[in-house]
C-alpha cells in the first residue's frame, strides 16, 4: 500500500535523523528490529500504539509521521529532540549556553533599534 511506504519512508527518516540503526531505534521505540525494518518498508501498517511510541520517544508530530506534514516549530522540535538524547547534566549546560545566546542577541538587537 502506498500510505504505508510513504509511512515507512517518514520513519527511517526519522531514525536516520537522529543517527539511530534499526537496533537502537526499536529498542527506543519498544518494537522488534524486524517489525521496524517491514514498516520502513511499507509492509506493515502503523499501529496507534508504535505510533504513539514513536512521537513520545523522538519528539516527531504524528501528522508529520501519517502526512508528511511539518508545522512551524520544526526547529523548535528539533533542537529538544537533540536534547533528548543528551544526558541531564548535559541539559543544564547546553541551557545555560542558550540563555546566554538569547541575552547576547537581546542585547544587540536592542543596540540596533536604538542606532535606527
Do not use: H, W
Request: with cysteine.
Amino acid at each position: 500500500m502506498k500510505n504505508n511506504l510513504e509511512i515507512g519512508i517518514r520513519i527511517r527518516k526519522i531514525r536516520e535523523d537522529l543517527k539511530l540503526n534499526r537496533e537502537m531505534f526499536s529498542e527506543k521505540v519498544n518494537i522488534s528490529e524486524g517489525f521496524l525494518a517491514q514498516l520502513e518498508r511499507g509492509e506493515k501498517t502503523l499501529g496507534l500504539g508504535t505510533l504513539v511510541s514513536i512521537c513520545t520517544n523522538t519528539g516527531y508530530s504524528s501528522d508529520y509521521i501519517l502526512f508528511g506534514k511539518v508545522d512551524d516549530d520544526s526547529n523548535a522540535k528539533r533542537t529538544l529532540r537533540l536534547l533528548n538524547q543528551l544526558p541531564p547534566e548535559v541539559n543544564s549546560i547546553v541551557y545555560s549556553i542558550a540563555g546566554s545566546v538569547k541575552d547576547l542577541y537581546d542585547i544587540t538587537t536592542s543596540n540596533t533599534n536604538i542606532k535606527n
